[in-house]
């Protein structure tokens, strides 16, 4: 399955963002869905995944409730929405795809997409 980010770019603390992961290649549906962010000179940190019954779980100790995380099926698509934006969300966004129900690592995830940068000015 291939994988397209879209959506980053340069916004200032207290905004939102949505990112947009595009796969195409493979039957969507039997793939759950990874976000995954990774700051300059930071590891690969797991934000969230959904699978495709829609539900989410979150790395909620980094995130506080501020991203959400969505798919439509009949698109392709899986969205990561990003609210009350701060400077240490500053980071290139990843989406992935695995088969696994389980499992927030990055090697647990088998399909990357090339991401997209998320900039956070204060």
């Known amino acids: 399955v291939q994988l397209v980010e879209s959506g980053g770019g340069l916004v200032q603390a207290g905004d939102s963002l949505r990112l947009s992961c595009v796969a195409s290649?493979?039957?969507?549906?039997?793939?759950?869905i990874g976000w995954f962010r990774q700051a300059a000179g930071k590891e690969r940190e797991f934000v969230g995944s959904?699978?495709?019954?829609?539900?989410?779980?979150y790395n909620t100790d980094s995130l506080k409730g501020r991203f959400a995380i969505s798919r439509d099926n009949a698109k392709n698509t899986v969205y990561l929405q990003m609210n009350n934006l701060e400077p240490e969300d500053t980071a290139a966004y990843y989406c992935?795809?695995?088969?696994?129900?389980?499992?927030?690592?990055?090697?647990?995830?088998?399909?990357w997409g090339q991401g997209t940068q998320v900039t956070v000015s204060s």
């Open positions: 992935s795809a695995t088969r696994n129900f389980f499992g927030t690592l990055p090697s647990q995830f088998d399909y």
């Open positions: 959904i699978t495709f019954s829609g539900a989410p779980r």
């Open positions: 290649g493979d039957t969507f549906s039997v793939y759950r």
